[in-house]
């Protein structure tokens, strides 16, 4: 069958292989393949698991996938028959050398520019999906022309804003679609020809264009915004337990006033995931390389108070539990940094178990999807950590349960049945606040939610 266009996409990870399935369902006339190092990866999306949980994705793979969606390790030949090439290799924060803990660690972008300039035999449309530094797009330009072939290449930056656990509605109804591109002739050629391909299903008032370098800065700008917003409730949320106030009142009330919003503004454990603290702490580094000190510290202090956020409630369940946790036995209620995913990079519950372990308490860790996952984060750590997919198994015997993860089957378990089996006094911390408090503590429990006064027996 001949295709209308053959779309390629280097990095088969949680951004690249939900991007590319979408496109193929939308767009059954362009033949799209997704390529990667990591052939264990490639074999997973090839096969009956796919290596990401993401709703409806699996629907969507199926549906495509050997029609005219591929997975493949083959990415010279990728980059030979393709030539519009979408980029979403990682960008981890670099943790060697100039910059390590702040920048964006560009060696996957530029082993990948070096890659595409080597093989191509055509002249190519490189887009930036990947999250990058501004001014990345320039380093790839330079890259890609530094020789004196007849190929030329235009670089365009179309940031993704997919969220996990919801990537495939997000996917199918953005709120946008943003391309930046350089206003060169050839630049909004190629611009033209990526609009095209959104416009199959999205409506063209949402497919927004910009430069390049705005495209670039508007994505790390986007997740800082929503980082901000955590960190401003969950500081509030500190103020709340102090104050008898309510934090979910406070929210309501605050996120009724249509300026503001009611959306993000949940109290909560801190956030976590592989790219709010990565992409502010490269804002951070970016605002102090152009020496805009005062801008560095202010979205410093948003990953500060996440930092906080996380150790208040460590310290909340010692100080409750009368200051110490040495062999109490603390099940988390999951592990994934939110719902609906099994991703569990940057999670809190990282965090909140390696310090339960470093307290000397026993760590019993359930949930739905992240349990292969946590037992990679947990790997080497010192202490006695168990998992246990059951929730109810989980709790048995624990003297507390720590709510980490605001899965719905967490709402709606028989809590009656779990306190009977559990130490007495028996406790819940919940970091979500999505449990029905009032009824657990009737059930016998301690209630410690998340800036909201305690329910306690004593
Ligand atoms: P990921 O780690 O899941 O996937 C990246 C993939 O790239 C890996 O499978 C890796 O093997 C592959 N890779 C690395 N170097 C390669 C090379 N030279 N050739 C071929 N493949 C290579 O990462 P991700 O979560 O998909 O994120 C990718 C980018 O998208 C990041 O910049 C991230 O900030 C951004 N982003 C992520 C999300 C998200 O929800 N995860 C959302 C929006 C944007
Ligand atoms: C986030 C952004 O929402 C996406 O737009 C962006 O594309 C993506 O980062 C990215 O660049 O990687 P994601 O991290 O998948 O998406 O999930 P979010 O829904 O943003 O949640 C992030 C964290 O914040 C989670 O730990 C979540 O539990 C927490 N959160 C969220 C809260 O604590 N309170 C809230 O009110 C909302």
New binding site residues.
Partial sequence: MKFEKNILCIGAG??GGPTMAMIAYKCPEYRVTVVDINPTRIAEWNSYELPIYEPRLDEIVRATRGKNLFFSTDIEGGIRDNDIIFVSVNTPTKTFGAGAGMAADLQYWEKTARQILQHSESSKVVIEKS?LPVKTALAMEKILNCTNSSISFDVLSN?????????MT?LENPDRILIGSRETQSGLKAREALVKIYANWVPREKIITSNIWSSELS?IV??AF??Q??SS??AISALCEKTDADIAEVSKAVGMDSRIGS??????????????TK?ILNLVYLCQHYGLDEVAAYWTSVVRINQYQQERFIMNMLNTMFNTLADKKICLFGFA???N?G?TR???AIYIAKRLLEEKAEVIVTDPKALRNARTDMAGADGKVSFEEDPYRAAMGCHAIAVI??WDIYRNLDYQKIYDTMTKPASIYDG?NILDHKRCFDIGFNVYPMGKPPLTHF
């Fill in positions: 949680y951004v999250t940031p993704e804003f997919l969220a996990e656990g919801s990537a997000d994505k986007s997740n929503l980082a917003r955590i409730i969950n959306k993000f503004l949940n109290a909560s454990i801190g956030f976590g995931g592989s790219c709010f992409d940094f939110k719902a995913t991703d940057e999670s809190p993860t605001e979500r």
